[in-house]
């Protein structure tokens, strides 16, 4: 389950889900095949990845860099949770620990410098101040507060299951209904405070399934692109970018019908963000990839749509080889100098890999290329 820019970015991670299926998914849930993964990628310019994740099933590789992760809130106490919810809030609770755990002084340094900030940079921290329960709104604020000692701590620490009031949960619920409150757009103004935004959206999101269930449901982080959030009666279908450039190989393209039936280890790619090769032979008659697979920076989706999930083994619900570029490791500049961390690193990825159900296949910290399969 695991998602791209800032100054300390978590460590690369994989993310898998029901509908989602990233990275690996739980084999109590009777679903193997292909998977996807959000991780982590920096910016050309100094920035690491923000996070993209999702409702999300049973795997998620978090974060691996050192430091207390926020503290999981306690599971729901109804009497029965299905599998693909309790995968979901699985994954919301992995994505509230490392995204926390990915702020730090250092990224939020530049901010408290800053007397005018995007309206979106003070709305993130808002939300955060109505979180942790900080009264002040204004700027001056706001800024008295992520430079306070405890503000870290705060952020990796809240009880959120037990501490957020219905109250405080509507409001939170506005913020992130607003169209800038996206972690895509968001990267795009301002890189450290990505992870801020997306530990609002990820807190909602499990609340929203769990002690407030009763209103209109938060989108998850990984569909935070859309302008608003969709109603309970409408149909979740994931809508592809114009800009999407995939590659097949074999190319489909040029195929005729009866080669469609039987195309052996197709692999489908986007440059510098990632590729996932299906193993075998896959019948791609029919099969509207635009809407199937989302390739984008930092995520691998497939079957974004689980109403439209094929039986294993069909379509592209099959074993899969992933690769993720530019999923740098957190202080990466250390890390390139000093090979026996590099080992202790990449030793940290394989382990979260394997307990996560898939298959390390290797992971480089000068590259930032990860790989895994799923089976």
């Known amino acids: 389950r695991g998602t791209r820019t800032r100054h300390d970015s978590p460590a690369p991670s994989a993310r898998g889900s029901a509908g989602r299926r990233r990275a690996a998914e739980d084999p109590a849930s009777g679903q193997g095949g292909a998977t996807g993964s959000s991780l982590q990628r920096p910016s050309a310019a100094s920035s690491r990845p923000s996070a993209a994740s999702g409702t999300a099933a049973a795997a998620t590789v978090a974060a691996a860099q050192g430091g207390s992760p926020s503290s999981p809130a306690p599971s729901p106490s109804a009497p029965e949770v299905s599998e693909e919810l309790q995968a979901e809030l699985d994954e919301c609770r992995d994505t509230i620990c490392w995204s926390a755990s990915s702020v730090s002084r250092e990224s939020l340094r530049d901010l408290k410098n800053l007397q005018k900030p995007p309206p979106i940079v003070k709305e993130v921290f808002e939300a955060v101040a109505l979180l942790i329960g900080h009264p ?5 604020g706001l800024k008295r507060m992520i430079a306070g000692e405890t503000f870290l701590a705060k952020i990796q620490k809240l009880n959120y299951q037990q501490s957020v009031t219905r109250e405080q949960f509507g409001k939170l619920r506005e913020y992130l209904s607003h169209a800038e409150f996206d972690e895509e757009f968001i990267k795009t103004v301002c890189v450290p405070v990505v992870p801020l935004a997306t530990w609002c959206r ?73 590729s996932i090769t299906f193993h075998g032979e896959t019948d791609c008659t029919g099969l509207d990839f635009a809407r199937i ?47 026996k961390s590099q080992e202790r690193y990449k030793k940290k990825i394989r382990q979260m890999t394997e307990a996560k159900n898939a298959r390390f296949i290797d992971y480089e910290c000068t590259t930032g290329i990860w790989k895994f399969s799923v089976d």
């Open 136 to 140: 002040d709104r204004k700027w001056d």
């Open 202 to 274: 990820a807190i909602g999101v499990y609340l929203s399934k769990t002690k407030f269930i009763d209103g209109q449901e938060v989108r998850p982080v990984a569909g935070a692109g859309a302008a608003s959030p969709p109603s309970k009666h409408q149909h979740h279908d994931y809508v592809p970018s114009s800009d999407v450039q995939m590659i097949f190989d074999p190319d489909i393209s040029l195929m005729g019908p009866r080669e469609l039936r039987h195309v052996r280890e197709l692999t489908i790619s986007r440059s510098e963000v990632g």
């Open 293 to 339: 697979v989302r390739l984008e920076v930092g995520e691998v989706l497939v079957y974004p749509d689980s109403s439209r999930k094929p039986p294993v083994g069909t379509g592209l619900n099959k074993a899969a080889t992933i690769t993720m570029y530019q999923c740098w490791p957190p202080n990466g500049s250390k890390l390139l100098g000093d090979p």
